[in-house]
Structures are given as C-alpha cells and as structure tokens.
C-alpha cells in the first residue's frame, strides 16, 4: 500500500535531526570554560542548570568526553546565553 505521507511529512523527522544537530555544535572546550568562567559561575552551578554533574562538565571542558545530543543542545543553549550577557 502507497503511503499517503506527502514527500514533506516524510522529510520532517530528517530535518528535525538536522536541526537538533546543528543547534547542538559546541565551541570548543576551553572557550566553553571560558564562557563559564567569565560569567562566574563554578562547575557545580553550570551542572545544576543542565542536570547532569559537576564532574561531567569538567570533563566537557577538558574535552575528555563529548555531551550527548540531547544534552548538547541544552549545553549550546546555556553557553550561547551566558556569552550575550558577558558582552
């Protein structure tokens, strides 16, 4: 049976993705330290603000591990925020 999706609505999860991949490119590590340090905020505050641990953000700026995808994008969000402000 022929699906009754135009080409469109077949498209959209794909762009979707697209989308929450671009928005999730990170700087890197050390101009995220930056960002952090310059807004004074200590590794504990910026892992409560993203839910995840103080150790896991100090591995982010170390570059020792790579946040997930949905965690990137939160992470983009916060350090894209904290950046406008420092400004």
């Known amino acids: 049976m022929a699906s009754l999706r135009s080409p469109s609505d077949r498209t959209a999860p794909a ?3 697209v989308e929450q991949v671009l928005a999730a490119r990170l700087p890197s590590p ?4 930056e960002i ?3 807004a004074g905020l200590s590794y ?3 892992a409560e603000a ?3 641990d103080s150790m896991t953000v100090w591995r ?3 570059g020792r591990t ?3 995808l949905e965690d990137a ?3 983009r969000s916060l350090l894209d925020a904290l950046a406008e402000v420092a400004k």
């Open 30 to 33: 050390a101009i995220r330290r």
């Open 60 to 62: 982010w700026e170390k």
């Open 66 to 68: 790579t946040p997930k």
């Open 73 to 75: 994008g939160r992470y």
């Open 44 to 46: 504990r505050r910026m």
């Open 15 to 17: 762009d979707a993705l």
């Open 36 to 38: 952090r340090e310059t």
């Open 50 to 52: 993203l839910e995840v």
